[in-house]
């Protein structure tokens, strides 16, 4: 069991989110940061979709009371096990009773802690994560309290014998270039003015506190204007997390993880699925920017983080088969 | 037969429009093509809205052009069967507590809010289809003279359960959540479980109608 000492700002039980649910409308949901969510689930030997906690600007205490093999990934909130600084992006192994502290984040938005078998909760319409708007999913479809206990799923008896060790993180999110992102043209986009597609491509777009895991409210230097005789009202239809749409305010909303599954207002643009979980990691008042790109630079774009999250794979099988038991990078970090 | 427009979403999906004034003949297409787009192996949802279909799929595994061609072709097909869907009654407590703006859609409409709550039940409502909320059902066929505008500072939460008015649209919140639309009543009906399979009460095509279960006036 996990013991939740201090759940924190707002810590949900999350996988990859639900899938062939939209069409009752149902969002898909599931972690904002995938990407983080995958390589935690990676790093404990647990299928990727495995329930993780979505842990928002970290400061959370958690007191295991079982050993296990966990993993942090995301934002770097400077945990330490019992007092030992444990590194994010690492697995490592905890023993009954001790406690982990993570605090507040420094730089990105969620951080991911896996456990070897998952967070054990049970699964609704596929998918154990928390609806928080619908209330189910996750831990009685709400955010974790203090006083919350875990159940943590059977874990692969392999993973018992694993040696701590770390990834490369997809990027620092102490890099500028993390509040990129890269965004094609929506189906509305030429109902919008030139000098509008100018502002949109070239202003700085500020999270506005108003924002939540349905979606960004964005506030910019002037609003998004329509060109005279477009309307602001289309008819409902289908949409997706990374889909920006502008309501009659001009000031724009990238649709997150928890989104509606319909909305009726015109699309500038969408961010593309492999800069998706750089959205997860934007805080609360930081500033985005947006790229145009194009089909095939974002088809690119996707294939460049498989092959990212292969390499993690490759890494870690050899190094769980012996034949690198210690890793430079490792030994380097350790040596510090 | 109206002509398609296909746009891409994204680099992961289709919105295929069919039109700006939305038609009963056109939905019926859009639930044809939505039940079909659901066998393509390379299609990941199927989310019909109105008078449109959004389709998700796996940008690595399918050419665009390709599934474009695939819906033009699909939309060309005779859909089978006209009367898709099934017949389901709702029972609503109007007024009252239950509907606490029924007044305000009677003045609003002119009307006694008795022959309000008879014109909400006298039409058949066709779900077009769901979304804003798990298991929320748009549904068409509502009397004119009993539209009303939506409430300027929406309420912070309504019920499960109530029976709204906003605009020229009539429909039940599934969950409790923020509204804006005139609550004219509420039904004991369970419109979303996600128990269940499927989670929610009502599908495209289904033929709905509001009955009187109590009438506080």
């Not at chain 1, 309501?247 to 989104?259: F, N, R, T, V």
């Amino acid at each position: 069991m996990i013991d939740i000492q201090r759940a924190g700002l707002l810590t949900t039980v999350q996988d990859l989110g639900r899938a062939r649910q939209r069409e009752f409308g149902v969002a898909s949901g599931g972690a904002v940061d995938p990407l983080a969510c995958a390589v935690a689930n990676r790093l404990v030997g647990n299928e990727l979709n495995a329930a993780t906690l979505e842990i928002t600007m970290g400061a959370c205490v958690l007191r295991f009371s079982a050993s296990t093999l966990v993993a942090l990934t995301g934002a770097d909130c400077h945990a330490d096990l019992d007092g030992t600084p444990v590194w994010s992006w690492w697995r490592f192994h905890v023993a009954r009773g001790q406690t982990l502290t993570l605090r507040p984040a420094r730089f990105g938005m969620r951080t991911y802690l896996s456990v070897a078998g998952g967070i054990d909760v049970p699964e609704t319409l596929g998918s154990r994560s928390t609806d928080l708007a619908a209330g189910f999913g996750g831990l009685e479809g709400r955010a974790l309290r203090d006083g919350d206990r875990l159940a943590i799923g059977h874990a692969n008896a392999a993973m018992r014998n694993v040696e701590p060790l770390g990834v490369r993180p997809p990027l620092w999110l102490s890099d500028p270039l993390a509040h990129r992102v890269r965004v094609l043209p929506g189906p509305e986009y030429d109902d919008f003015t030139a000098a509008t597609h100018k502002s949109f491509w070239e202003n700085p777009w500020q999270v506005t506190p108003n924002s939540n895991r349905m979606g960004y409210r964005l506030s910019g230097p002037e609003p998004l204007a329509r060109k005279k005789n477009r309307s602001h009202d289309l008819l409902s239809h289908g949409v997706l997390p990374g889909v920006i749409q502008v309501p009659p305010s001009g000031q724009p909303i990238i649709l997150l993880a928890d989104a509606q599954t319909t909305g009726g207002y015109p699309k500038i643009g969408t961010v593309i699925s492999a800069d998706l979980w750089r959205l997860g990691q934007a805080r609360l008042g930081s500033t985005l920017y947006f790229s145009e790109c194009s089909a095939a630079e974002a088809r690119e774009a996707l294939r460049e983080q498989l092959r990212y999250l292969a390499q993690i794979e490759r890494a870690l099988a050899w190094h769980d088969r012996g034949i690198l038991k210690t890793p430079r990078v490792a030994a380097i970090t350790r040596n510090r | 037969m109206t002509t398609l427009k296909i746009l891409p979403l994204g680099d992961s999906a289709l919105v295929c429009e069919a039109g700006t004034t939305p038609t009963l003949a056109t939905q019926r297409r859009v639930w044809h093509v939505a039940a079909l787009a659901r066998t393509w192996p390379d299609v990941r949802e199927v989310v019909p809205g109105m008078n449109n279909l959004t389709l998700l799929f796996d940008p690595l595994a399918t050419d665009i052009e390709v599934l474009g061609e695939r819906l033009r072709d699909a939309w060309q097909t005779q859909p089978a069967a006209a009367n898709v869907g099934r017949d389901i009654e709702i029972p609503v407590h109007y007024g009252g507590q239950h509907g606490p703006d029924l007044v305000n859609v009677a003045k609003h409409a002119r009307l006694q809010p008795k022959t309000v709550v008879q014109r909400h039940t006298a039409p058949e409502y066709i779900v077009y289809f769901l979304g804003f909320q798990p298991g929320f059902a748009y549904l068409g066929g509502l009397d004119d003279t009993i539209a009303a505008p939506r409430h300027a500072d929406p309420r912070l939460s309504v019920p499960a359960g109530s029976v709204g008015i906003g605009g020229n649209q009539t429909g039940v919140y599934p969950l409790a959540s923020p509204g804006g639309w005139q609550i004219i009543g509420h039904t004991a009906s369970v419109l979303f479980d996600p128990a269940a399979n499927p989670p929610a009460l009502l599908a495209p095509g289904d033929r709905v109608r509001f009955t009187i279960a109590s009438l506080d006036l």
